[in-house]
């Protein structure tokens, strides 16, 4: 039997690491996305940090921006700010969001996904998990993951942890 110490860690090994995919509105999230990325980080796991956020600015740097995530989505973010209706933007960057999300998996380059927020930010993530096949790790830490509020728009049939924040995050 091999020690534990002669077994290669999880960074040490030479299986391919996994990339796990951080949604958040970084506007209002941006701090605490940082901390979950930060610590997937160093479980040895690639991030990337996606932002599907429309307003104000982001207060951390997104591996792939909502100028970028607006643009898969086949606009741009200056188009849906002019246009002035929030419920056109947040759908236009959720459908940005599941494209960059179904992409980065059909090509290996995602294996999980979280997110973290209030209603808005459940409702944009949600979507984008959804679209992935089962068996995709997906966790979603909402505000709204309490009492006696309904799952199944947010769910659906898909295998999605919906956990409780506790606190606003």
Known sequence: LMSEKSQPTMAESREPRRTVAIVATLDTKGEEAAYVRDHVAAWGLNTLLIDPGILPEPTVRA?????????????????????????????????????IVLDLHSRGQLHGIVSLGGG????????????????????????VASGNFQFGPYVGTKDICMMHSVTDV
């Open 63 to 99: 591996d792939i921006s909502r100028y970028e995530v607006a643009q898969a989505a086949g606009t741009n973010l200056e188009a849906l700010l002019e246009r002035g209706e929030k419920s056109y933007a947040i759908a236009q960057q959720t459908e940005g969001l599941v494209k």
């Open 120 to 143: 808005q930010g459940t409702s944009i993530a949600t979507a984008a998990m959804r679209a992935l096949p089962i068996g995709v790790p997906k966790l979603m830490l909402s505000t």
